[in-house]
């Protein structure tokens, strides 16, 4: 046999042990999921309305700076939209963050 022959046969034995331990262990992954309690749901389902009215709010600011920006000229203008653009970054980071810290207070 050549060696070519002998490297193929043991990556092509590797793949497949590989192919068998990931369907091995796929259905003990997915038995540990438990069903989630309705509070459960019902707490993350609020978290994300939350999050998405403040994202939303965050956009409407942010388009209503950038309107009365653009009204403006030369630095005042530059100024103007770069404070709505940075205002904007810092709602939605701080959204995303209520949401992360919602969400993991959320009963189980």
Request: net charge positive; glycine share 2%; charged share 25%.
């Amino acid at each position: 046999m050549t060696r070519h022959a002998n490297i193929m046969r043991r990556t092509n034995s590797i793949a497949g042990s590989l192919i068998v331990l990931v369907l091995s262990a796929a259905p003990s992954i997915s038995a540990q999921r438990r069903k989630q309690t309705p509070e459960h749901i019902a707490a993350i389902k609020k978290c994300n309305t939350d999050y998405n009215q403040a994202a939303k709010r965050a956009n409407a600011d942010y388009k209503a700076a950038v309107k009365s920006g653009k009204k403006q000229t030369g630095m005042a203008r530059a100024e103007s939209l770069a404070h709505a653009r940075k205002a904007k970054s810092l709602a939605l980071a701080a959204a995303k963050l209520a949401q992360e810290q919602c969400v993991a207070n959320a009963p189980k």
